[in-house]
């Protein structure tokens, strides 16, 4: 069993409140950190130039377009949060000045669900009686919101952090000296890709290969794309002179 259904566990579990999960952000920052990393790696190869360069940029790389991440998640998450804010003082509004009108959406939504005569009644009842659980009740039955919130600022961090993390994987092989070519970078991206794969499925029905296959393939298509088109460019400009 995922978890114990002894009464002091389940209260103590509920007590705590409901676990908010920032995975998303995580392999949001994690991919796009190293996809972009690769990107520039790629091309500064290809254009010749020493490890040196390649650390400079990448290093710039990650900490501008991982700031940059991090604050357009942040601001993300906020806007979806003070909109949530929004509905719910509109909700409650309506609650306090047209109680029966409110109880009438609750009789359709619940009606739709199944509830007939005295059960529905009831239900309706018993949803309208604390406002604090009619509230909830419309923000999720009819605007689809969740019951808690997510942290724009724990949200930014998790973006942040694995856009750092993951996106300085392709630079290692320079921190260290080895052989400086894009295919190594791309090895090291491509493992990347895949243990993050292999890590969120932790939290998915999947298996942990299959998940690590899929995302895998996912990133490495995106960081293929990257290398495209920077050796396009790179053939235009040798094309032009530059």
């Known amino acids: 069993m995922e978890h114990s259904h002894h009464p002091d566990d389940i209260a103590a579990r509920l007590a705590s409140g409901p676990k908010i999960n920032y995975l998303r952000d995580w392999i949001y920052g994690g991919i796009d950190g190293a996809v972009t990393t690769f990107a520039i790696v790629a091309g ?71 509830f007939e005569g005295e059960e529905l009644e009831e239900m309706v009842k018993l949803l309208s009686a604390h406002e604090e659980v009619w509230v909830q009740t419309m923000l999720s039955e009819e605007y689809g919101l969740p019951n808690v919130q997510r942290s724009a600022g724990m949200a930014a961090l ?31 991206t491509g493992v990347v890709f895949f243990i993050i794969g292999a890590m969120k499925a932790k939290w998915s029905t999947q298996s942990w290969y299959y998940s690590g296959l899929e995302t895998f393939i996912i990133g490495m298509g995106a960081a293929g794309m990257a290398y495209g088109i920077g050796v396009l460019l790179r053939g235009l400009a040798s094309g032009a002179g530059v």
Do not use: W
């Open 44 to 114: 500064v190869i290809g254009a010749e130039l020493s490890a040196g360069i390649v650390l400079i940029l990448g290093v710039a790389n990650l900490v501008a377009d991982g700031f940059s991440m991090a604050a357009s998640n942040y601001s993300g998450t906020k806007a979806e949060n003070d909109d949530c804010n929004r509905i719910r003082q509109i909700e409650l509004r309506h609650i306090r000045n047209d109680p029966e009108g409110e109880r009438e959406e609750l009789r359709q939504i619940y009606r739709a669900k199944g």
């Open 158 to 188: 998790a973006t942040f952090i694995a856009f750092i993390i993951c996106g300085a994987v392709p630079l290692v092989p320079f921190i260290l000296g080895l052989e400086a070519s894009a295919m190594t970078a791309a090895y090291a």
